[in-house]
């Protein structure tokens, strides 16, 4: 190949600039040159595109966010758009792509591939919720800035004897909230693959309070039954021990610099969906499964199991009692 | 004296556990007898105390929250709760107390030194919206956690295009606004003193589209005459170059381990509060001016200074252009 | 069991309480009295114990070092003092041994297992060398640690056009040293696993500053061929592009609060340790592999793969150029 | 004036970069060029200068270290070297330079601007000791930096019953170490301001022991009687109850992110130095006094105190025992 493109698609995630980094220099190394796609898929759509140099991302690792910009895009959706978008590709030269994004960016993706055009999709998508791999670029680093913020809301919650509520991301997966939760010692986490009923918290909350702990932190996964706001009401407007507050992350949880595995993550990636896409693969997903990176068939992904194993879901309950 | 109590009031502020911790060795350098108070007044009305000694408060400098407790307490607003706290602090032979706290704190010292009961205040509070004090505990670490924030929002705000807002505590003065807004060089910031109106945000929106940012952030106090809420759905309905996007930073800001200048200023501020009381000092505020501890009588304080000095308000007007 | 002891041998490591609480927490729910042994297996000699409470390891998850002390003792080497200690434990009512440890402190966990005496270890350590595991407790964090410190010393390097040298811990192993170097980006790792001659440090030096770089940072392995000091004065005798400065990272990277991972990994072992203890095993070390938890025979232990795995160091080598 | 220079000499500072941006907008917002010298005086001699623009300056307010580059330049010393900085800087159109440094860096604008070229310095140290001045641009960093190696160590301290010297910054000036040392509660501070004799040391070890502390933290700056090797070393040949070990911080003060206050500080003088060229002013330092920031003659400025206050000095005393 002699010319490749990359671009990062859906919400950020923080390592996503190293993923950059490496894509590029990886496609350097082979002598290609390397178009940098602003906004995601509407980079391509607006035919926005910059040339990316080894010193260009320099510096850029340890930096949240990215470079080229992210985001969704709608007019990508019909297929006109995508056409034009390879045939925009071609006219420059390119031929390759590589996409980092969580599951709508891989859908993207996939059409892309279906027009012939070779396509590689990493995954990076704070919420770990993509089928077919065990982590995805951003996870590591939510969970560190959740756990750090649950790590301050206990000080003050301890010293007014409250009930925590802290909202983290996930809408269809609870990995943030239980890995922040369970290295947090939060007392009970909310998520959606485990539902729980109201009188349960509620009984939790009761022999909490028995135990002579003087705050109750919940972790709660957007995709929980309840919003922050709403699980604040309901505990408070029953009668129970611990008058009840909530916070939500939000968007920091996107932001700051990315934890060192994260990196590590991302420039591994980066480099094996360079490697593929020399190697002629397409429609493929750079995924990584016990400690490995592996290239998958991107239409027959296998969905990731539970963030709650069996072990871990012991030891939480063991500990935090 | 031969025995001293110490109790926290209000919201907790990091440093509050640097004070306790100064109060406590300092009294028992002088071979009195300290006990801490739990929950604030609170304490005082159902009568819970402990004794603190060296070793009880080693290892709590670096911590949030306060290990005494902290909050409000409704019943201590009545005279006769107020009487029975006297006496029951007399009864167990303490002689002098030191409040840690914000206002409404002081207020409540207030009127036991007007029972003829010996009472300094130290100023606590991360919203530094204290008269008589230019620094109240917990201010500096509230703008580290509140810049520090930013600097994440920043880096997925850029990524997406967006204008974020930014909620930071202070129902009454703009100190953590300013101060992390003009430290993270956030376009905009919205305070108490100083309101603005939604034009002006308009137009400072296009001048900084027009300058070729890709992010407008926006920090707003507590006070400001629009919640993040609010301000976001006013950007987003009008015809505006930037998607905005909210974030209420909320109690992650009171807790964490306290910045280096808090827990200097609450250590000294604490081993005044006991020199004071062993001066025969009472309703008085031990305060920072101009770099100097001073004792203040407590009811004549003069309100603090506009968080927005001129040259600051200069600084921040032309450095974000 | 009716009662077991834990207790925490070598340098102390990040995760290292949260391993204690976990275990105490087990036992507890077991309705087993637990023993904490103060500063490892001299403990166990000078008969220094004494129980935990559920309380009592409540909000220790978060911090570094180790409540119980650690260290090296050695008296333990005789064979006398290993059947005292035994003897004691026996006399106390206790039937099982938790050791939390590295290299050294198994094989004190094994003396006490031939004696008859149940025990197991739970791998800990921030050089993340034991064989057996593919982790151990404190290795995440001392990454971390490492990284942001390497974070740190580049803007000082690229300020100064320096060669930094940054000497991290591992005498046996590279591994802090990969993963921190490659996590930030470093321009060079020297380990004791792949060991390299100064004509070729020399020879990248120039060639990166060809490349125009402001800085070269090597990160050191304590095992490498020669200090950071040393090397550092090589560098500077030979005629080199850059001026070369060192930092010795030193115990900083034992300390501080864990990362979310050490945090889960550490309470996840220890419960698994009760677990195998109340499942009469001994003379086991609780792993990970692949991850999961795995309870392997402490006699038969492979050593764990060179921390360069060919995709890591490719990796390096590309996105470092 | 048409246009300025701005350069950051010596040692380089965190904040450095965030007076630089103000230094720049604001001689943009008076319409003039504003060009970056690289790598302080050298720059000059080397006529290597670059135009700065308001986009070029943007995203560094947040970054350690120096875009500029920094350093010491031994040709500067000779007058010929000067004169032709001087001409070049005049046959560029440059009117005014502003200089970012510490002490050393201050005589070499006085010597620029004995020439009669119009120079302003803005105090930039982590040292915190040049004349005139309360606070220099770093100092805060690097204290906040300092305190939280000192937290990190003291839990290692702990778990091994030790002595630990940590070595800080400060040649001239104990600054770091008295800060960094009250704010982390350590047992001994040693600066060059207030010797102390190795037998004054012994007895504190020894009395410390005697209260029941686990660790004895001894901050040491530069300047003081001995290394932390040496001390270390004196402390194990005595008989003392603890053992010494030493880390020395090193170059990871001057790094990393700035503090809040030193972003607000390095702003607030950047503009303030600009101000102060346009006002026609030269030879003078830009200094913060009791809370408002002043311009001083800076051939005629009085030495600040010492960082020991009376009160500071009474508080560690008290607080530490």
């Given at each position: 190949m002699r010319a490749i493109a990359v671009l990062a698609s859906g919400g950020?995630?923080?390592?996503?600039?190293a993923c950059v980094r490496a894509v590029t220099r990886a496609a350097l190394e082979r002598d290609a040159v390397v178009w940098g796609v602003e906004d995601g898929f509407s980079g391509l759509v607006n035919q926005r595109i910059e040339q990316l140099t080894s010193r260009g991302v320099a510096g850029i690792l340890q930096h949240g966010g990215c470079i080229l910009g992210a985001g969704r895009c709608e007019p990508f959706f019909e297929a006109r758009a995508?056409?034009?978008?390879?045939?925009?590709?071609?006219?420059?030269?390119?031929?390759?792509?590589?996409?980092?994004?969580?599951?709508?960016?891989?859908?993207?993706?996939?059409?892309?591939?279906?027009?012939?055009?070779?396509?590689?999709?990493?995954?990076?998508?704070?919420?770990?919720?993509?089928?077919?791999?065990?982590?995805?670029?951003?996870?590591?680093?939510?969970?560190?800035?959740?756990?750090?913020?649950?790590?301050?809301?206990?000080?003050?919650?301890?010293?007014?004897?409250?009930?925590?509520?802290?909202?983290?991301?996930g809408r269809h997966s609870g990995y943030i909230a239980v890995m922040s939760g369970v290295a947090s010692g939060a007392e009970m986490i909310l998520t959606p693959e485990r539902p729980i009923d109201l009188q349960g918290v509620f009984q939790e909350m009761a022999a909490t309070e028995l135990r002579g702990k003087r705050h109750f932190i919940i972790v709660l996964s957007e995709g929980a039954p309840w919003s922050g706001f709403e699980l604040a009401q309901l505990i408070n407007e029953a009668d129970n021990?611990?008058?009840?507050?909530?916070?939500?992350?939000?968007?920091?949880?996107?932001?700051?610099?990315?934890?060192?595995?994260?990196?590590?993550?991302?420039?591994?990636?980066?480099?094996?969906?360079?490697?593929?896409?020399?190697?002629g693969k397409s429609g493929v997903l750079v995924a990584w499964q016990q400690s490995h990176i592996v290239i998958l068939p991107a239409d027959q992904l296998s969905p990731r199991a539970d963030p709650w194993s069996e072990q871990l879901d012991r030891a939480h309950e063991i500990t935090t009692t």
């Open positions: 950020d995630a923080p390592g996503m600039n995508r056409e034009q978008s390879v045939t925009f590709l071609r006219e420059r030269g390119v031929e390759g792509l590589v996409v980092i994004g969580g599951d709508g960016s891989l859908k993207g993706a996939q059409e892309v591939h279906k027009l012939g055009f070779p396509v590689v999709t990493v995954p990076g998508t704070i919420d770990n919720d993509m089928p077919g791999t065990d982590r995805s670029i951003g996870a590591y680093t939510a969970v560190d800035v959740a756990m750090e913020a649950i790590d301050r809301l206990r000080d003050t919650a301890s010293a007014h004897h409250r009930a925590m509520i802290v909202e983290v991301m021990p611990y008058e009840a507050r909530y916070t939500t992350l939000g968007y920091v949880q996107r932001g700051g610099s990315p934890a060192a595995l994260d990196r590590i993550l991302a420039t591994r990636m980066g480099v094996a969906a360079v490697d593929a896409l020399w190697e």
